[in-house]
Nanobody, 123 residues
Framework: QVQLVESGGGLEQAGGSLRLSCAAS????????MGWYRQAPGKERELVAG???????NYADSVKGRFTISRDNAKNTMYLQMNKLKPEDTAVYSC?????????????????WGQGTQVTVSS
């Protein structure tokens, strides 16, 4: 079982900054890709940013230059630094991780989701 605990959401004014964290714990062999997703009311969930185990990153066009994703492999933790926040960034942000765990006598892929944290940006 892999558990993800998110923190750092809240209410911020436009132009401000927030930092989200996602810590993974439990029984797993390795964590490979990690990512942040968001879902605003009435909209589909979208990928905000992703990072591989080697540190390669990708971002949604809407957040490029404002958000930075990073990870601390020693702590199994991922971060999302969000600067120059806009009202349209308001959403529930969820972390997602993919990796390997040992189950049923073999190493198997797993995917886990965090519980989500609300980010609200006021104009």
């Amino acid at each position: 079982q892999v558990q993800l605990v998110e923190s750092g959401g809240g209410l911020e004014q436009a132009g401000g900054s927030l930092r989200l964290s996602c810590a993974a714990s439990g029984s797993f062999f390795s964590i490979n890709a990690m990512g942040w997703y968001r879902q605003a009311p009435g909209k589909e969930r979208e990928l905000v940013a992703g990072i591989t185990s080697s540190g390669s990153t990708n971002y949604a066009d809407s957040v490029k230059g404002r958000f930075t994703i990073s990870r601390d492999n020693a702590k199994n933790t991922m971060y999302l630094q969000m600067n120059k926040l806009k009202p349209e960034d308001t959403a529930v942000y969820s972390c997602n991780v993919e990796g390997l765990h040992y189950s049923g006598g073999a190493y198997r892929n797993f995917q886990a989701w965090g519980q989500g944290t609300q980010v609200t940006v006021s104009s």
